[in-house]
T-cell receptor, first 115, second 113 residues
Framework: NAGVTQTPKFRILKIGQSMTLQCAQD?????MYWYRQDPGMGLKLIYY???????DKGEVPNGYNVSRSTTEDFPLRLELAAPSQTSVYFC??????????????FGSGTRLTVV | QQQVKQSPQSLIVQKGGISIINCAYE??????FPWYQQFPGKGPALLIA?????SEKKEGRFTISFNKSAKQFSLHIMDSQPGDSATYFC????????????FGTGTRLAVRP
């Protein structure tokens, strides 16, 4: 099925460890996004990309890094994990920056716990 | 200036009732206002959207009402069903935000049978 695939679905990290959250889409969307979702806080944009080789910071980028070497993949890297990074992470893609028409297509999320 | 304020945080409605969720924005440059629906364990999905050139948009049981002068918009779910139980997010975007969506904090709706 076409869509956004995120791996892993769950992960427990120890403080100071690093990991990469994987995101892949097969819809040939240029626009891709990483959000974190915390209870009562909604969705906060971490990083976004408007095409291969182009990335930019969102609202809450500290402690994260991204790369976009292909149209399909947009991995999110966590360096030196901290308890404040405990969250549910969503990757999304869209045909247009507003997502008008079909909207943003979200993955099913990665639930990360830092202990 | 990029905030979108959403209320209530949670809502309980009886089956067949009307669910109403409200959002307010500050940035007058916003020109696109979607609502997203999220079921547990899933990512959000576009439900319905409106642009400021109309005051209302209806799709089935879901209606967006838009008040440009008050900088407010709301989602109305008519004849609410248990299957509508989900978290709803309003959002807004415009050129000033690079057209990227700014989301509200979400409303958890529970529809009782």
């Amino acid at each position: 099925n076409a869509g956004v695939t995120q791996t892993p679905k769950f992960r427990i990290l120890k403080i100071g460890q690093s990991m990469t959250l994987q995101c892949a889409q097969d819809m040939n969307h240029n626009y891709m996004y990483w959000y974190r979702q915390d209870p009562g806080m909604g969705l906060k944009l971490i990083y976004y990309s408007v095409g291969a080789g182009i990335t930019d910071k969102g609202e809450v980028p500290n402690g994260y890094n991204v790369s976009r070497s292909t149209t399909e993949d947009f991995p999110l890297r966590l360096e030196l994990a901290a308890p404040s990074q405990t969250s549910v992470y969503f990757c999304a893609s869209s045909y247009s920056p507003q997502g008008s028409g079909y909207g943003y297509t979200f993955g099913s999320g990665t639930r990360l716990t830092v202990v | 200036q990029q905030q979108v304020k959403q209320s209530p945080q949670s809502l309980i409605v009886q089956k067949g009732g009307i669910s109403i969720i409200n959002c307010a924005y500050e940035n007058t440059a916003f020109d696109y206002f979607p609502w997203y629906q999220q079921f547990p364990g899933k990512g959000p999905a576009l439900l319905i959207a409106i642009r400021p050139d109309v005051s209302e948009k209806k799709e089935g049981r879901f209606t967006i009402s838009f008040n440009k002068s008050a900088k407010q918009f709301s989602l109305h779910i008519m004849d609410s069903q248990p299957g509508d139980s989900a978290t709803y997010f309003c959002a807004a975007s415009g050129k000033s935000s690079g057209d990227k969506l700014t989301f509200g904090t979400g409303t958890r709706l529970a529809v009782r049978p």
